[in-house]
C-alpha cells in the first residue's frame, strides 16, 4: 500500500479509530441505503445502480430544512418539545 501511495501523491491514507462516533452515523446510512433501495430494486446495470443511488440520496435534500439545536441541546424547530 505504500508503494502504491508513493505513486499517487494525490491520494492520503486516514486511519480513523473504529470508535469514531462519527462512524456510527455513517454505518446507519449504509445500512437504511441498503435496506431502502438496493435490496428492493433490480437493477440492469452499473449505471441503473448509481441512478438509484443518486436519487436516494437527493431525496432528502427536496425537502431540506434547517436544523438548529439551542444551547439546552433541543432542536430548534416546529417539531421540536417545548422548553
Not at 2 to 8: G, K, P
Not at 39 to 62: C, D, K, M, T, W
Request: charged share 25%.
Amino acid at each position: 500500500m505504500e508503494q502504491w501511495l508513493e505513486a499517487h501523491p494525490r491520494y492520503h491514507c486516514h486511519f480513523t479509530p473504529k470508535w469514531a462516533s462519527w462512524l456510527n452515523q455513517v454505518e446507519r446510512f449504509f445500512a437504511e441505503l441498503t435496506r431502502k433501495r438496493i435490496r428492493r430494486g433490480s437493477f440492469r446495470s452499473v449505471p441503473a445502480l448509481q441512478r438509484a443511488i443518486r436519487e436516494y440520496v437527493a431525496e432528502p435534500n427536496r425537502h431540506a430544512r434547517p436544523f438548529c439545536v439551542d444551547r439546552l441541546g433541543f432542536a430548534n424547530h416546529p417539531q421540536s418539545p417545548p422548553l
